[in-house]
């Protein structure tokens, strides 16, 4: 059976040593796409002076932010990962939001990513839900949750299969309610009322066939390596699917939708199949230089990722087979990274 060529990126210093020779950007560098105007960066979140040059003056109406968020608290399993207290977490998450907030118009949608730590007081969910309230241009909107179809299996606890999404909104941002309606029938009836004199159910009344997503999202698929859109090495991307409704729901055609923690590249992959410019960064040259190369990639095969081929072929015979998985001696760590960053994992 294939599986995954490239082993997981943040925690194999051999991996990394051997990729960044191949990597475009570096720390304070912006990749212009000469397409659609796509820009690509190589810095912190939270340095508002890197965050303004990317932007050029230009605003967004949507922000997807998707930061890392293993924790001091967290799982033991994350030890190869970069780790930092709740305390210096949410001082760093007021620089990113702060920075994040100052290139959104004022009529803007604001979605983040985080984790909640379950046998840990759910951090860093609880003390950066209670940070964000400081940013009182932000009003509380939803509170989603994403099912994965695989969780991480518990004898002794409910298997964990949920992913967090916190929206928020300033001003009144734009909401297609079109791009809310999933792939999944609907199959119940009921709710019956009266409609000029007629009594109806909702089966009648809808505007579609089928079931909204709601704030539970049931039907996408957690990303894994044998879906095409796997990005080898990148253990935490989010599924396209879920971009894509967030940026069709939140966003108009040629709208500016801005991500500061690329990662594998799907905010930018969603923005240039739906016709948006994608402004985003990553403090990791690899993940910078991946997120440039899934464009690219998808631009000459139509192909959303590369499953469990590497993304780096020309570094394969680098740490193909006589390379040890990711991890396997617990002693590795990723290599510096020159930014306020580089205190937290770069895997989200």
């Not at 990303?223 to 940026?247: D, H, S, T």
């Not at 709208?255 to 990662?263: K, L, M, Q, R, S």
């Not at 993940?287 to 780096?312: C, D, K, M, V």
Request: glycine content about 6%; charged content about 25%; hydrophobic content about 35%.
């Amino acid at each position: 059976m294939p599986k995954e060529k490239l082993k997981r990126i943040d925690v194999s210093k051999r991996v990394r040593s051997a990729l960044l020779a191949h990597c475009r950007l570096k720390q304070g560098q912006i990749w212009h796409d000469p397409v659609s105007g796509h820009r690509v960066g190589c810095f912190d979140a939270g340095n508002e002076q890197a965050i303004t040059e990317l932007m050029t003056a230009e605003k967004s109406s949507l922000a997807i932010q998707d930061p890392p968020y293993n924790l001091a608290v967290g799982n033991t399993n994350s030890d190869n990962l970069g780790r930092t207290s709740v305390k210096d977490y949410i001082e760093w998450s007021r620089k990113w939001v702060r920075a994040t907030s100052g290139v959104l118009q004022s009529d803007a949608s604001l979605y983040i990513w985080l984790g909640a730590d379950q046998n840990a007081g759910f951090q860093p969910l609880a003390d950066f839900m209670i940070m964000m309230r400081e940013f009182t241009e932000w009003k509380t909107r939803s509170f989603i949750t994403m099912r994965n179809q695989r969780g991480y299996g518990t004898q002794k606890n409910w298997m964990a299969v949920r992913q967090e999404l916190l929206y928020y909104v300033k001003g009144k941002p734009i909401f297609n309610i079109e791009a809310e309606y999933t792939d999944i029938p609907k199959i119940l009836r009921g709710y019956y009322k009266k409609v000029n004199g007629q009594v109806t159910e909702n089966l009648e009344r809808s505007k579609s066939k089928n079931i909204r997503a709601g704030n539970v999202w049931v039907d996408i698929q957690q990303v894994f390596y044998r879906m095409e859109e796997n990005v080898p090495g990148c253990y935490a991307q989010k599924p396209l699917k879920a971009i894509k409704r967030i940026i069709s729901a939140s966003s108009d055609p040629d709208d500016i939708v801005v991500d500061f923690f690329a990662h594998s590249g799907t905010t930018l992959l969603g923005c240039e199949m739906l016709g948006r410019r994608c402004f985003t960064c990553d403090v990791d040259p690899i993940f910078a230089e991946i997120t440039i190369r899934r464009l690219e990639h998808y631009r000459q095969t139509g192909h959303t990722g590369w499953q469990f081929n590497s993304p780096f072929p020309e570094a394969d015979a680098e740490w193909d087979t006589k390379m040890p998985d990711a991890g396997e001696s617990g002693q590795e760590k990723r290599p510096e990274i020159e930014s306020l960053f580089d205190c937290l994992p770069v895997s989200k």
